[in-house]
């Protein structure tokens, strides 16, 4: 009896029992050939390839994992959040798993969540290993049961089974190098404009600012109201430093808000870099062409999340591993928004 078109139903595909049959070989051999496993002759293994290209054969992941004990296929704990940080380094997290073939799962944290609740969601769905990209702190330490490995990109979280590592961008070094370029410059100190003190990159950037100006011996002078990340924040921030008179450079913790500041200045009539020298951190791809291009800290987060899956890999894989990692070394991009000070001629 035929189906009737327009029913919905639709035909099974071919199985992994339907390969092997065609190709003459053993479903484990199939099972090698798909996952990329050695002990599997370079004939065999074209033979195998052709059959699976010709039966249009799309491995199942659940019986895969019934197969082999693993489900080739990684979650990720982010924030929903559209900020260029958190996005970039979601989208590289996708590719470095694409590349070393694993599938995508997104658990994002929604508004007052903890992200215990998003890493329930992926294991329900069924994962190898879990990367926690969760930049805030809300007050209470981290305690998870994941039961698969889990890396996490910022502070450390206590693992009630499984194993965990933290990988992550050294925030301290990027903002320590920011403050001590305006310092080199000849600038008394550095004000400034930090981002929202419960997130661990915020708090890493304020840490490396006050730690340049200490072991430079200059003032730490006050911080302005504290910045939530955007342009808005920036502009807010650099209103208040536009009208005192002594501030002559300021690190803002992201471009974003870098990008107010410099409104601000020009609004204020506060030339940039002749009267106020400015710093960003992340060189967001409009930071070369902003007026003046900005000088800023770049961190490569395409390295950290290579470094981040490489890591899940091999605990996954059951290979030892350091419980800590620091990524790649960021680097500072000098651009014209920064100079030295303008000498000022004395009051008649």
Request: avoid cysteine; aromatic fraction near 4%.
């Amino acid at each position: 009896m035929t189906t009737p078109a327009g029913s919905g139903r639709r035909r099974r595909g071919p199985g992994m029992t339907e390969v092997a049959r065609a190709a003459g070989v053993s479903q484990k051999t199939v099972s090698r050939v798909v996952n990329g496993e050695p002990h599997v002759s370079p004939e065999v293994r074209d033979r195998v390839l052709r059959v699976i290209k010709e039966l249009d054969y799309r491995p199942n992941n659940a019986a895969r994992a019934l197969l082999l004990g693993r489900y080739r296929r990684i979650g990720v704990v982010s924030l929903g959040t559209a900020l260029y940080g958190p996005s970039t380094l979601l989208i590289a997290l996708e590719r470095a798993m694409q590349r070393a073939g694993y599938s995508f799962a997104l658990a994002s944290t929604l508004e007052g969540q903890r992200a215990s609740v998003a890493v329930e969601a992926l294991l329900e769905q069924g994962v190898d290993g879990i990367v926690l990209s969760e930049p805030i702190d809300d007050g209470t330490p981290l305690s998870l049961s994941a039961q698969v490995p889990v890396v996490s990109l910022g502070e450390g979280v206590e693992l009630a089974h499984g194993v965990g590592a933290v990988v992550g961008a050294d925030g301290v070094a990027g903002a320590r190098a920011a403050t001590e370029h305006l310092l080199s410059l000849g600038h008394r100190t550095v004000w400034h404009i930090p981002g929202p003190q419960n997130w661990f990159a915020a708090r890493d950037r304020l840490r490396g600012w006050r730690e340049a100006l200490t072991a430079a011996g200059a003032p730490e002078p006050p911080l302005p109201v504290e910045g939530d990340w955007t342009p808005a924040a920036g502009y807010a921030a650099g209103r208040q430093l536009a009208q005192l008179s002594d501030v002559t450079a300021v690190f803002a913790a992201n471009d974003d808000m870098a990008l107010g500041a410099l409104r601000a200045f020009a609004d204020a009539g506060r030339a940039v870099p002749g009267d106020v020298s400015v710093v960003g951190y992340d060189d967001i791809p409009a930071a070369a062409y902003l007026t003046p291009p900005l000088t800023t800290v770049r961190h490569d987060t395409a390295a950290v999340a290579d470094h981040a899956v490489d890591v899940l890999i091999a605990m996954i894989e059951g290979r030892p591993v350091s419980p800590e990692h620091v990524g790649p070394a960021v680097e500072l991009t000098v651009r014209d928004s920064t100079g030295p000070v303008r000498s000022r001629t004395p009051a008649s």
